[in-house]
T-cell receptor, first 115, second 111 residues
């Protein structure tokens, strides 16, 4: 079966614009995670979904960031009024069940560049 | 304030020799530790883990050692192969909750 996919693979935008990043998890995986990896850093947790609901959004840096998972499958990370500091690789991961870190599969990421 | 630290940004090793990647952590509540491997343009993939009740876990060529008193863990790869060249992330968590990652160490294995 297919792994976690993320679209677009690359996104270039201008400061102040709105962007949406999409994640298609592995079919049947109930847990979905978003991470942000800035240059020279490790992945940094943003938000975690269990089914349709955000179980933990403590990693979202501010209210410009929002994520949804309306049907418990595909998730969209939304960034309003983008800033240059938002430039990073945004990683999505899914797991069959929460807490199964060994089987948390990552997508290839979306590389966001804010000019 | 980094809770998981990988102080060596890069490591170069000859094929066939041992690669040792180090990781330190500051949060004494961490009790579960993982190593991930990441190739360019791909997401990280799980490599090996260890619970705080153990001090060693081995899986083929990969062994992770945990020293709780020193809050230190290391990943040993023996023998190293060119295909092991990648960025290795150390991560730690409280229980099975969301891991905190280090900055990564880039390993290059020379043929």
């Amino acid at each position: 079966g297919a792994g976690v996919s993320q679209t677009p693979s690359n996104k270039v935008t201008e400061k102040g614009k709105y962007v949406e990043l999409r994640c298609d998890p592995i079919s049947g995986h109930t847990a979905l995670y978003w991470y942000r990896q800035s240059l020279g850093q490790g992945p940094e947790f943003l938000i975690y979904f269990q089914g349709t609901g955000a179980a933990d959004d403590s990693g979202l840096p501010n209210d410009r960031f929002f994520a949804v998972r309306p049907e418990g499958s595909v998730s969209t990370l939304k960034i309003q009024r983008t800033e240059r500091g938002d430039s990073a690789v945004y990683l999505c991961a899914s797991a069959r069940l929460p807490g199964e870190q060994e089987t948390q599969y990552f997508g290839p990421g979306t590389r966001l560049l804010v000019l | 304030d980094q809770q998981v630290k990988q102080n060596s940004p890069s490591l170069s090793v000859q094929e066939g020799r041992i690669s040792i990647l180090n990781c330190d952590y500051t949060n004494s509540m961490f009790d579960y530790f993982l190593w991930y491997k990441k190739y360019p343009a791909e997401g990280p993939t799980f490599l090996i883990s260890i619970s705080s009740i153990k001090d060693k876990n081995e899986d083929g060529r990969f062994t992770v050692f945990l020293n709780k008193s020193a809050k230190h863990l290391s990943l040993h790869i023996v023998p190293s192969q060119p295909g092991d060249s990648a960025v290795y992330f150390c991560a730690a968590s409280e229980g099975s909750y969301i891991p905190t990652f280090g900055r990564g160490t880039s390993l290059i294995v020379h043929p």
